[in-house]
């Protein structure tokens, strides 16, 4: 009885102490945002000097109607969709490339590792090196224009504004489809093989399979990587701030062709010390966020029930 007695005892202290562990670094986590997010919201309704939060002063909406009568405001909004197809062709790109390496060809584990490295590669590294491809002179990617179309072909990728855009898209490309090709492939590897065996049997072209089959089975992953692509489209900043470089100027490329909404957000509360309206921009891109993820959940369930 006595050891029964200080077995539970010890296994008391085990949950307290698992609790604790557990517990205690998400309260600080939790508090510390919570703190962060209760005054951003608060500033939004505010007049405030620099950071000062004792200056804040009731303005009356008038941040809101700074920002929704903003133009460099509306072209961020349109730069960031622009942007974000981009996630939808890398999703396809995953796809196409994941099942190919899933054939279990010769050399498909050597491809799955070299897809996947643009995406572990640091942020800052890329744009330095597509920067340097993109260089006007003697950039990799004009070099090759002018080899097969001539001197005519070469683009100012950096001062000319129809161009500045197409870098980041390009960039977006190359870095984005390597975390969806290793989902994807551990997705299709799950695939139920009875399934395509029996498709096999009733004559099912691998057209048909491919449809019939491995899309439904792999529509969790596919939904997954469709709603983190739509996360990282509306929060693209690292590859537009380094492509602008100084935004000190307040200006992100040339005609703000790189501005997206997170950056612009960047620059109102670095470079003009306003964080009222900076806030504005982070609640309204939550916004956005918010109503198009209810969209995509909203799809996804009709596409179920339909199933």
Request: net charge neutral.
């Amino acid at each position: 009885m006595h050891e029964q007695k200080r077995f539970l005892t010890a296994k008391a202290r085990d949950n307290i102490f698992g609790i604790v562990t557990v517990v205690l670094p998400l309260v600080i986590f939790f508090s510390l945002n919570l703190a962060v997010l209760i005054i951003t919201f608060i500033t939004q309704f505010c007049d405030m000097d620099y950071y000062n939060l004792n200056s804040m002063v009731w303005n009356n909406f008038a941040n809101f109607k700074s920002v929704f009568t903003d133009v460099r405001f509306g072209k961020s909004i349109l730069i960031m969709f622009w942007l974000m197809t981009s996630e939808g062709i890398t999703f396809v790109l995953a796809l196409v490339i994941s099942v190919l390496i899933s054939q279990k060809k010769i050399g498909s584990k050597v491809f799955q590792v070299i897809f996947f490295i643009p995406y572990i590669c640091s942020t800052v590294a890329v744009s330095l090196m597509w920067m340097q491809m993109f260089a006007y002179e003697d950039g990799i990617v004009n070099s090759i224009l002018v080899s097969l179309f001539g001197e005519g072909a070469r683009v100012s990728w950096r001062n000319d504004p129809a161009a500045y855009t197409w870098q980041l898209y390009i960039v977006n490309l190359w870095k984005a489809p390597g975390y969806g090709i290793v989902m994807f492939k551990a997705a299709l590897g799950a695939v139920d093989q009875s399934l395509y065996e029996a498709a096999d049997m009733d004559g099912a072209t691998k057209f048909r399979q491919f449809f019939s089959i491995t899309l439904p089975s792999i529509a969790p992953t596919s939904f997954y990587l469709l709603f983190s692509g739509l996360i990282a489209g509306i929060m693209s900043f690292d590859v537009p701030k380094l492509f602008a470089g100084d935004t000190w100027t307040g200006e992100a490329g040339v005609n703000d062709m790189g501005l997206t909404p997170v950056l612009y957000s960047y620059i109102r509360a670095t470079t003009y010390n306003d964080i009222p309206t900076a806030s504005v921009i982070s609640y309204t891109l939550f916004v956005i966020t918010f109503v198009m993820s209810v969209i995509l959940f909203k799809v996804r369930d009709r596409l179920t029930k339909e199933e």
